[in-house]
């Protein structure tokens, strides 16, 4: 860690043995410390395009472009770049067999419900949900003049099946189509949202 060592260290010190499935706490605080360098290579690049593009953007658009871009970045490195800091650490498992992927609907959620660990079914069935929560927030209004409900579905789905594949190529977790509908569903979630609030902003 580049950021966050301090703290996780601190985590471990005084809760690691007392919070059950605190690698997943582990994985948030990596994923966040990775987010932050990228975030600011970003930024710098951001920076620079803005100087050089002759239109002005207004701060509020500006922003809501670097948020989406945060947690665009958040969203792969906590569910596709796991094992890896840097580019140059990335390897492929192009010999994983294909038996791998689970192509049944719900099976392995089911597994999950009847399983011994209630956070393992949490975790994979609203915590697929709720991730993809804020990309149908920010992403119809980073994209509004182009940002349907159609093409910011066809987007969330596309999103969702490179971060799975990615995760089948780099074996970096399960790759499950009933992630693909849960995220969906929080991305449909999202949406509502975003269009809830929009209406309520014009009718005032």
Same mark, same amino acid.
């Given at each position: ?72 970045? $958040?969203? /792969? %490195?906590?569910? &596709?770049?796991?094992?890896? #800091?840097?580019?140059?650490? =990335?390897?492929?498992?192009? *010999? ?6 689970? $192509?049944? /609907? %719900?099976?392995? &959620?089911?597994?999950?419900? #009847?399983?011994?660990?209630? =956070?393992?079914?949490?975790? *994979? ?44 190529v780099l074996d970096t977790g399960v790759t499950d189509i009933d992630d ?25």
């Open positions: 860690m580049l950021f966050l060592e301090p703290i996780y260290f601190y985590l471990v010190r005084n809760y690691a043995t007392t919070i059950n499935h605190f690698a997943l706490i582990k994985l948030a605080l990596v994923a966040l410390d990775k987010t932050i360098f990228y975030f600011l290579i970003f930024a710098i690049g951001r920076l620079i395009w803005l100087l050089c593009i002759r239109h002005r953007r207004t701060i509020r658009s500006e922003a809501g472009v670097w948020i989406w871009a945060f947690y665009l970045i $958040l969203l /792969f %490195m906590f569910t &596709t770049f796991r094992k890896s #800091y840097f580019p140059w650490q =990335i390897s492929l498992d192009l *010999n994983r067999p294909l038996n791998q992927i689970n $192509l049944v /609907f %719900m099976k392995e &959620t089911w597994k999950l419900i #009847y399983g011994q660990s209630r =956070i393992d079914f949490l975790y *994979n069935s609203f915590g697929n949900v709720l991730c993809f929560v804020p990309i149908g927030i920010l992403t119809p209004i980073v994209f509004s003049k182009k940002m349907n409900f159609i093409r910011t579905l066809v987007f969330g789905i596309g999103l969702s099946l490179i971060i799975e594949s990615l995760q089948f693909v509908f849960f995220n969906t569903c929080g991305l449909i979630l999202g949406y509502v949202i975003y269009k809830t609030f929009s209406r309520i902003k014009n009718i005032c």
